[in-house]
Each structure stands twice: as C-alpha cells, then as structure tokens.
C-alpha cells in the first residue's frame, strides 16, 4: 500500500465519489484503487489498435482502401 496526496481535485467530484465509496460499504481507498483500474484499462484497450473491430461501411465501398491509395500514392 502507498499513502498519496493528491492536489487541485474537484471539490464537488470528490465529495460525490466519496459518499457512493461509503453508500457501498467501500472505504475511499479501496475505491479509488478500482476506480484508477479501470480508467487504465478502459485507456489501455481504447488506443488499442489489436481491439478494433472490423466494420462494414456498406454497399459500394469494398474498395475504399485501394481508392485512398490511389488517391494518396497514385497507385
């Protein structure tokens, strides 16, 4: 465990993340743990470029790739 300080935090923000810690039988500590987990892996997986899913972008379009490079390379 490490004790941290931690400074310019929304006064508002904090009071209202507090009492739902408390409201949830959480102490502030333990919340903030998870809540730090999860904005590193919901960032983590958001600029991951392996957890993109493919789309369609419908009929018409199944050579908008060749078209871009043709456009930028002249290929």
Request: proline share 1%.
């Amino acid at each position: 465990m490490v004790q941290i300080t931690v400074r310019e935090v929304n006064q508002d923000v904090f009071r209202e993340f507090k009492g739902e810690a408390i409201k949830r039988g959480f102490k502030v500590g333990d919340a903030l743990t998870f809540a730090m987990q999860k904005f590193n892996s919901e960032c983590r997986s958001k600029y991951d470029l392996m957890s993109l899913k493919p789309f369609n972008l419908g009929k018409g379009n199944e050579r908008v790739s060749e078209q871009v490079d043709e456009i930028m390379y002249g290929e």
